[in-house]
């Protein structure tokens, strides 16, 4: 199976939003409600922002929501804050008891 | 604290073993599912193994089936990767994650500092 589809690159200014998609098809991303976003920050570990689709671990700011539309989910973040640039990997239960991860978005905030 | 801390990386020569570990503090490890995540250099993250808080379930990559083995110890609080014939493409730093409550592979709430392992003659 084929890693799901990110754009390579988003950005924002500073208070904007921004969404970043997360393309698979109806054996992954559109079969299950399985979708989760993480961030990772350059040399760091990746952190859960969110899970199940749209939810969010404790911690994690209220600026980040996830959502889904057919085959596609997404990742919006709201009022963009400097902190928040960094890459951004989807990742979806895809059956069979496998699990693929995106290519990854590098979140730029301008 | 909610911990993991993954040991064991080095180099090794193409066709190699290496045994990797990762040791949970601040939860009570028997009650989750852990995984093995790993991401080579300057790419994205990549699933490699999962394993059932009771080890009755573990699942593999396709790209790992038949050359890793994970394990795990409730008792020591302690997971591992027995990783053999290993190829220059599993290069990358390898991850420990726990899965979240209810889980097993679908999302992981809490990663290791990682440990690197290159594969290279």
């Known amino acids: 199976q084929s890693a799901l589809t990110q754009p390579p690159s988003a950005s924002g200014s500073p208070g904007q939003s921004v969404t970043i998609s997360c393309t698979g098809t109806?054996?992954?991303?559109?079969?299950?409600?399985?979708v989760s976003w993480y961030q990772q920050h350059p040399g760091k570990v990746p952190k859960l922002m969110i899970y199940?689709?749209?939810k969010r671990p404790s911690g994690v700011p209220d600026r980040f929501s996830g959502s889904k539309s057919g085959n596609t989910a997404s990742l919006t973040v709201s009022g963009l804050q400097a902190e928040d640039e960094a890459d951004y990997f989807c990742?979806?239960?895809?059956?069979?008891?496998?699990?693929?991860f995106g290519g990854g978005t590098k979140l730029t905030v301008l | 604290e909610v911990q993991l801390a993954e040991s064991g990386g080095g180099l090794v020569k193409p066709g190699g073993s290496l045994r990797l570990s990762c040791v949970a503090s601040?939860?009570?490890?028997?009650?989750?599912?852990m995984n093995w995540v790993r991401q080579a250099p300057g790419k994205g993250l990549e699933w490699v193994s999962s394993?059932?808080?009771?080890?009755?379930?573990?699942y593999y990559a396709d790209s790992v089936k038949g050359r890793f083995t994970i394990s795990r110890d409730n008792a020591q609080n302690s997971l591992h990767l027995q990783m053999n014939t290993l190829r220059a493409e599993d290069t990358a730093v390898y991850y420990c994650?726990?899965?979240?409550?209810?889980?097993?592979?679908?999302?992981?709430?809490?990663w290791g500092q990682g440990t690197m392992v290159t594969v290279s003659s």
């Open positions: 109806s054996s992954d991303v559109g079969g299950y409600n399985y």
């Open positions: 990742s979806s239960y895809a059956g069979s008891n496998n699990l693929l």
């Open positions: 601040g939860f009570t490890f028997s009650s989750y599912s």
């Open positions: 994650a726990r899965c979240v409550v209810g889980g097993t592979m679908h999302a992981f709430d809490v």
């Open positions: 394993i059932s808080s009771g080890s009755t379930y573990i």
């Open positions: 199940e689709v749209s």
